[in-house]
């Protein structure tokens, strides 16, 4: 059979059938399934290479962090984590952009995941920042901005698929570790932005806040934070694994929640667990998907034709991996997160292994690079939260948004061509 028709089969079928507006998952299987019969391959390969995507012990980490994230949306941690912020950086002009940045940095080292960033941190954030006299453009822009901050810092189960999708050969703590560095570069930079166009604006300094509230709000933000402590904690010294480490997390958020705060009925645990199972399920059959479509390429060995193709363009590392940062990002637009990670890691990391980059110094540049995409139309999610949060329309959001966009993207060069920056801590604890 004839390879290239084979990859034009696959790559139309695919496009066409998101263009026809079918879920992701059902296109990655669709395309794969049409190529297989294509290329005479027993169909029984379909069904051992998604059951063989779905085996794996480390994706138990994946559910375990949802949930996690869940009960601690569902709760009062977000306004607890947004009182730290205003006493940490709450007295500086536009004081109240710099406490969105934080919380959301610090909301995403408890749920890992830029849509839950948004939806917890904007619902008080947004209203909040309105109410003290802030355009709602602004507030949205800044708030879906620092909401990207949850897919780079640790825990974010996108790391953990990144992981799965280059084989499990990656360490996830490495890459936690790879993260930190990295995200409070971003949340530096974005409240730099926000300070800028605070004064360009005229906003003034937020509210002082009690001396006399500010021993509790700091316990119950620390407390709140513990949560990531025991994630972050536990794998970087050894106890447990990342898998255990979310476990351990669960149990801690279901304690503080609805045993030490008693934010929410005890009776809201199975509205919890329904949206947490449903959410799980459509990852774990996206992995699936992705694993016979994974499968595909590789029988078809596209992504050797592709370093190839790259390397025949040019051996400058510097221009390749300029024109993977603009692939991702023009990616990015049109498709989500999860499916873009478990597609093109097989296809690009070979790529950069050839040119000498880390893996996990690509995997950091990946997730900044598709978390920019969450915030651009016509298929960014985190973008439509924010802006229905703030009843604003999408192109006022998005014009709001392109400051930190472009800040963003000169971090993602930054973080591309100084390694130093991502492998520090990895190579440290090492």
Known sequence: MDSTIAILILCVTFVGLIVLRFPISLALAGSSLLTLVYLKVPLATVGQTMIQGMNSYSLLTIPFFILAGQIMSEGQMALRLINLAQVLVGGIRGGLAMVNCVACMFFGNISGSAIADVSSIGSV?????????????YAVGVTVSAAIQGVVVPPSHNLVLYSLAAGGGISIASLFLAGIVPGLILCVSL???SYIIAIK???????????REIPKIVRDGLLSLLTAVIILGGIFTGWFTATESGALACLYAFILTFLVYRDIPISRMWIIL?????????????????????YVLAFLKVPGMLTDLLLGITDNPIIIL??????LLVLGAPMDMAPLILIMTPILLPVVTALGMDPVHFGIIMMLNLGIGLLTPPVGTVLFVGSAIGNISISEGTKAMMPFFYVMCIVLMILTYIPGLVMWLPNLMK
């Open 125 to 137: 954030m947004i209203p909040m920042m309105k109410k003290k006299g802030y355009d709602t453009d």
């Open 201 to 211: 604006r005229g906003y003034t300094k937020s509210e002082t806040v009690p001396l």
């Open 274 to 294: 329904k949206r947490t199972f449903r959410t799980v399920s459509m990852v774990l059959f996206l992995i699936a998907a992705s694993a016979t479509f994974s």
């Open 191 to 193: 409240m730099v932005t």
């Open 322 to 327: 300029l024109i993977i940062n603009v692939l």
